[in-house]
């Protein structure tokens, strides 16, 4: 339960309205989660509910409201639905005796593009049974089936459990180290993490306390300092450190102060990884070469915060990529989970996605790559306009010039 949001396993319910989402939901947790009626359309906006669902873990059920609401407000509900795909780690369908339609369908389509495995929930099989062509039918799209009543089925949990556990995804059965695979046990690893006006009074940052976390468990030996420190810091060690891990902020000045022999990267480049597709962010970096006065940018962040005078995404990185192309760019900024049009942008810059799950990154990456937008994110964007991004991505040994 005290798992992050970002860490759960997000399990998203859809269908047509008054299809039972919302009271198979209330049976698996035990808890009135959702309100439940027989009006359609109960559902407006997304609820989501968080627990621990064993043996998998942390988890958060998405409720959504019916994919074919026609009410004054259906649009806008179906949207939102339709929005909570992309960080859906596990989609159900959920559909009565009626079987499903071009509604589904079209889900089921959608998981498909997103690489987003899904199972089928026939409900209420205590008011009618499915006919042997709407079942075949089922069958012809998906393995992953059950039939139950929410209202009668005490072994309906049981069986939920048993389908989640075969549709988990491998990086969630085996999640990936941020940085602990990068040094050797027991070696220790420099942070260096910058007190300016950003840094929350009290605490360091998100990313921060996870990378730390994870080199912890790694069994290596962490030492933070501020980058005003940091020769320091290098000077008093007896050993080299195996690993340097910088704010991106802060890039230019450490790269300067750390020996070229050692491992030298930033937090948000351990989170592109992590959250993201390595590979797929670097090669949109390059695309930053080509752009031309009046190219549109797209800043995209996966949280809304309080931007402060010399914010990183309003002003740090536009200013950078001025400077490296020396063209006129427009920037425009888009933040939380709502993901626009994109198609009228010539380069996407994503934030480190400390605040979202990995799924969502890889949605929003699947539908750039579509339609042949580019797209990077922060530490990887600063990285490489001030020309270090070989050396801050060599130990990945991705980076080809």
């Given at each position: 339960m005290?798992?992050l949001k970002?860490?759960q396993l ?6 047509k309205?008054n299809s039972g989402?919302?009271?198979?939901i ?11 009626s027989?009006i ?10 968080s627990?621990?669902l064993?043996?998998?873990g942390?988890?958060r059920?998405?409720?959504t409201a019916?994919i074919?609401?026609?009410?004054i407000?259906?649009k806008d ?5 339709l929005k ?7 989609a159900?369908i959920?559909?009565?005796y009626?079987?499903i339609d071009?509604?589904e369908?079209?889900?089921i389509a959608q ?6 495995p899904y ?9 009618k049974?499915i ?5 075949t039918?089922?069958e ?11 209202k009668?089925?005490?072994d309906l ?5 048993n389908k989640i556990?075969e549709?988990l995804?491998?990086d969630?059965v ?7 695979d990068?040094a050797?046990?027991?070696?220790t690893?420099i942070?260096?993490i910058?007190?300016?006006?950003e840094a929350p009074k009290g605490r ?6 996870q990378v730390l976390?994870?080199l912890?468990?790694?069994n290596?030996n962490?030492m933070a300092v501020?980058d005003t420190e940091?020769?320091n810091a290098l ?13 991106s ?6 790269a300067?102060i750390v020996p070229e022999n050692?491992?030298l990267?930033s ?7 992590l959250k993201?597709d390595?590979?797929?962010f670097?090669?949109?970096a390059?695309?930053?070469?080509t752009l031309?006065d009046?190219?549109?940018v797209?800043?995209l ?10 914010d990183?995404g309003?002003?740090k ?5 001025r400077k ?7 920037f425009?900024?888009f933040?939380g989970h709502?993901?626009?049009?994109i ?11 400390c ?5 969502e990154i890889?949605?929003?990456?699947i539908?750039?790559?579509k339609i042949?937008?580019p797209?990077?994110n ?10 270090i ?9 991705l980076?080809?010039?």
């Amino acid at each position: 339960m005290k798992a992050l949001k970002s860490q759960q396993l997000h399990i998203g319910f859809f269908g047509k309205t008054n299809s039972g989402k919302s009271s198979l939901i209330n049976k698996i947790t035990g808890q009135e989660v959702s309100i439940v009626s027989d009006i359609a359309g109960t559902t407006t906006d997304i609820v989501e509910k968080s627990m621990e669902l064993l043996p998998i873990g942390s988890v958060r059920f998405l409720d959504t409201a019916g994919i074919n609401d026609f009410s004054i407000l259906g649009k806008d509900r179906k949207e939102k639905t339709l929005k909570t795909i992309n960080r859906t780690d596990i989609a159900v369908i959920v559909c009565d005796y009626n079987g499903i339609d071009d509604y589904e369908k079209s889900l089921i389509a959608q998981f498909n593009d997103l690489n987003i495995p899904y199972l089928v929930i026939v409900n209420k099989t205590d008011e009618k049974n499915i006919s042997a062509d709407k079942m075949t039918e089922l069958e012809q799209i998906s393995t992953d089936i059950i039939q139950t009543s929410a209202k009668e089925d005490d072994d309906l949990v049981y069986k939920f459990k048993n389908k989640i556990v075969e549709l988990l995804p491998d990086d969630y059965v085996n999640p990936p180290k941020i940085a602990g695979d990068l040094a050797e046990e027991k070696s220790t690893v420099i942070l260096v993490i910058p007190i300016d006006k950003e840094a929350p009074k009290g605490r360091i940052i998100l990313p921060q306390v996870q990378v730390l976390r994870d080199l912890l468990d790694s069994n290596c030996n962490v030492m933070a300092v501020k980058d005003t420190e940091l020769k320091n810091a290098l000077d008093n060690l007896k050993t080299p450190p195996s690993l340097v891990i910088t704010d991106s902020q802060a890039f230019k000045t450490v790269a300067e102060i750390v020996p070229e022999n050692i491992p030298l990267t930033s937090f948000s480049i351990l989170f592109a990884r992590l959250k993201g597709d390595l590979k797929a962010f670097i090669s949109g970096a390059k695309a930053i070469d080509t752009l031309q006065d009046g190219d549109k940018v797209l800043i995209l962040e996966s949280c809304t915060h309080h931007a402060i005078e010399d914010d990183i995404g309003k002003v740090k990185i536009p200013n950078l990529l001025r400077k490296k192309t020396g063209k006129n760019l427009i920037f425009e900024y888009f933040s939380g989970h709502d993901f626009p049009e994109i198609s009228q942008y010539k380069l996407i810059v994503h934030c480190g996605a400390c605040m979202t799950n990995r799924r969502e990154i890889l949605s929003r990456i699947i539908k750039a790559n579509k339609i042949g937008i580019p797209i990077t994110n922060y530490g990887i964007t600063i990285s490489y306009c001030l020309g270090i991004l070989e050396r801050a991505t060599k130990m990945f040994q991705l980076y080809q010039g």
